[in-house]
């Protein structure tokens, strides 16, 4: 099946340094991926759409400039935390929609191992 | 919004017993539904989809079906394993591909 390939697992970075996140498609071409933040005990929240070649849409309270999102070809995306604090420590996934048909019912969404950020 | 709610856990339960977790939606129009299953430390794995009402998804021992009537995906199991202990997301999505979570169902299965 599709693979989307999160990379780092984990990272543990200092206050005020940043942290860039990658997720690649390995073998489909991925017009637009999600990014999604965790938080403990609690569901996946969109945080935006990247789109390759535009601009990335975030969602309604997401820092644009704190979470930057480059989709520069069709096969990755990366998410970068500027300035990192405490409160960003979280788990972020990313995922990747393959077409498996026609239409959106035959897309498929594939997830990435996810990446587990803390900030001390 | 649209927006999918589902019981909140941890569901824990004894090796063999039967599992239910419940999840109802709200939307406009016709989503496709999904579960997903998370493994510590692991990302999301789709578990089962249906795409239509009445239609019913199935894998690995794990069913839900498709009811438009009562706006519910509940996902059920047999004969639960230890090795189902994780955390399971009931989803929808519309078009643009973006997926609604539901907030997770913890699982626990003690041998």
């Known amino acids: 099946g599709a693979v989307v390939s999160q990379h780092p697992s984990r990272v543990i970075c200092k206050s005020g340094t940043s942290v860039k996140i990658e997720c690649r498609s390995l073998?489909?071409?991925?017009?637009?991926m999600f990014w999604y933040r965790q938080f403990p005990k609690k569901s996946l929240m969109l945080m935006a759409t990247s789109n390759e070649g535009s601009k990335a849409t975030y969602e309604q309270g997401v820092e644009k400039d704190k979470f930057l999102i480059n989709h520069a070809s069709l096969t990755l995306s990366t998410l970068t935390v500027t300035s990192a604090h405490p409160e960003d420590s979280s788990f972020y996934i990313c995922s990747a929609s393959r077409p498996m048909g026609t239409g959106v019912q035959g897309t498929e969404a594939f997830f990435g191992q996810g990446t587990r950020l803390t900030v001390v | 919004g649209d927006s999918v709610t589902q019981m909140e856990g941890p569901v824990t339960l004894s090796e063999e017993a039967f599992l239910t977790i419940n999840c109802t939606y709200t939307?406009?129009?016709?989503?496709?539904l999904f579960w997903y299953v998370q493994y510590p430390g692991e990302g999301l794995q789709l578990l089962l989809k249906?795409?239509?009402?009445?239609d019913k998804g199935s894998n690995k021992g794990f069913e839900a079906t498709y009811r438009k009537e009562t706006t519910s995906f509940h996902l059920e199991k047999g004969s639960v394993q230890v090795s189902d202990s994780a955390v399971y997301f009931c989803a929808l999505r519309k078009a643009g591909n973006m997926l609604t979570f539901g907030g997770g169902t913890r699982l626990m299965v003690k041998p």
């Open positions: 073998d489909f071409q991925a017009t637009t």
């Open positions: 249906a795409t239509k009402a009445d």
């Open positions: 939307a406009t129009g016709y989503p496709s």
